[in-house]
């Protein structure tokens, strides 16, 4: 008989038929006449209830070695329940055991186990209910960003992790080096990298923008999703040096068509999201952040917000708010800024554009004022900023101005020019960070809690 997966078995009838599954045991309930287990696989946030009648059992042996987190495969028949907390439950006739877990030394005993804790011990987390229902999400809200660029014609292009271009230029960027550390090559006073395995510095890539255009103007709907790199020496509960970026890119697509498009992708997530994980979705909201489905669902019934950068400025100046970094127009929006706006100002989502050139990317449209770019930062309540992206800069002249003044080598970037040159046309895209959305949608309060293996300042366990 093949094993079943329990959210399958759950979605059965208690007609007494014969059922097979595997799992690991939660708890274990024992009386003179009775035990009771409680299986996961990891398929549902619910678990499956066994039951063994014990009064002259062969299986009473079996049951004596088994202890919170033994793995067992378990033979019998789906019955209704007679006790409260489900539904249904297997009496059970066989019991193999797979592999015991001596409870003076499993981590995992029934009892709440604080976050911090459970990041020491990451091997074994994804067995905990909260984890266990944080990679769900994760799977299923990939597979709904797939779905959503395959059902529109995009086409998924896979772009360098190792690069030898910083596409945001501000140099945060993990070198990647075959040289001998201990000696290494020198000329003329600087590192000789004609002697590295590429001949050139590289480094770790921090965004796949740069490659993913080449094939956007040339293929009009293309996406990336996949791995990037940021050296930040930072280690808040928002960082990550290792995260996965969804980057979206379109020919022939202005900054209007870009809002639209990002405003339609984060509905159309959360929607799916919604419907394909509701279970564990009311986990998260009945045990992390009790607001959380109420916010998603705001998110999706309200049209988001359009304001400009100096919009939103004067809101904040007139705000009457007391905050910690007075707003001033050329600065960059803090966090504190972001909330107000999206919590108290519109209560909704915002969609702010047209900020200072001099806070963004070489690679946004200047607008007609030479002082803007048509930058654009998609910004929800509870968090902040979620998505990032602009209009690119489709002029040669002006492309190769722009990196100019910000210190960069045009040609280092020939290729990116050669865009320019050769058939340019209005272009957009945007960025969002995975973890930043999975942290959201979940209501976690630390972004390590969200990637099974974070990787950050100092932290390169597992």
Same mark, same amino acid.
């Given at each position: ?14 007609? $007494? ?5 595997? $799992? ?155 040289? =001998? ?136 100046? @007139?705000? $009457? ?35 200072? @050139? ?41 492309? @190769? ?52 293996? =974070? ?8």
């Amino acid at each position: 008989m093949s094993a079943l997966l329990i959210k399958d078995i759950l979605a059965l009838p208690p007609d $007494g038929r014969e059922i097979c599954t595997n $799992g690991w045991v939660r708890t274990k309930r024992e009386s003179k006449s009775v035990c009771f287990l409680e299986i996961s696989d990891g398929s549902t946030i619910h678990n499956l209830q066994i039951v063994i009648d014990l009064p002259n059992n062969p299986l009473s042996n079996v049951i004596s070695t088994i202890s919170t987190g033994a793995s067992i495969r378990v033979k019998g028949n789906l019955v209704p329940s007679q006790g409260s907390g489900q539904s249904k439950e297997i009496a059970a006739k066989d019991i193999f055991i797979y592999g015991t877990a001596p409870a003076d030394e499993y981590p995992l005993q029934k009892k709440r186990h604080s976050f911090e804790f459970l990041r020491e011990i990451a091997h074994l987390r994804p067995r905990t209910n909260t984890f266990g229902a944080i990679a769900r999400v994760r799977s299923s809200m990939s597979f709904a960003i797939h779905t959503f660029f395959q059902e529109r014609g995009f086409v998924y292009v896979h772009t360098p992790i190792i690069t030898g271009s910083d596409c945001e230029g501000a140099g945060q960027m993990f070198q990647v080096t075959t040289l =001998p550390l201990e000696n290494v090559p020198m000329k003329e006073g600087t590192v000789d990298y004609t002697e590295d395995f590429f001949g050139k510095k590289a480094s770790l890539t921090v965004s796949g923008q740069l490659e993913g255009e080449t094939y956007a103007l040339a293929l009009t709907r293309i996406y990336t999703f996949g791995p990037t790199f940021r050296a930040e020496n930072s280690n808040t509960s928002r960082h990550l040096a290792e995260f996965w970026m969804v980057e979206p890119e379109v020919a022939f697509c202005d900054i209007i068509g870009n809002m639209n498009l990002a405003e339609e992708f984060i509905k159309y997530i959360l929607t799916w999201l919604l419907d394909k994980c509701a279970d564990d979705m009311n986990f998260f909201n009945s045990r992390i952040d009790n607001n959380l489905i109420f916010t998603l669902e705001n998110i999706i019934k309200n049209r988001f917000e359009r304001i400009t950068y100096t919009e939103a400025i004067s809101l904040l100046e @007139k705000s $009457g708010e007391n905050f910690e970094f007075p707003p001033k127009w050329g600065n960059d929006l803090q966090s504190e800024h972001e909330r107000y706006i999206t919590e108290k100002a519109f209560k909704k989502p915002v969609i702010i554009t047209d900020y200072p @050139k001099e806070i963004k990317a070489f690679y946004m449209k200047l607008n007609d004022d030479e002082k803007t770019v048509r930058a654009m930062d998609v910004l929800v309540p509870r968090l902040g900023e979620i998505i990032g992206g602009s209009e690119r800069e489709a002029d040669y002249d002006k492309l @190769k101005n722009r990196m100019l003044e910000l210190g960069l080598n045009p040609d280092d970037y020939w290729w990116y020019l050669d865009l320019r040159r050769f058939g340019t046309v209005p272009h957009s895209g945007f960025g969002l960070g995975f973890e930043r959305l999975i942290q959201f949608v979940t209501g976690m309060q630390n972004i390590r809690d969200v990637i099974p293996y =974070p990787r950050c300042v100092k932290t390169l366990e597992f």
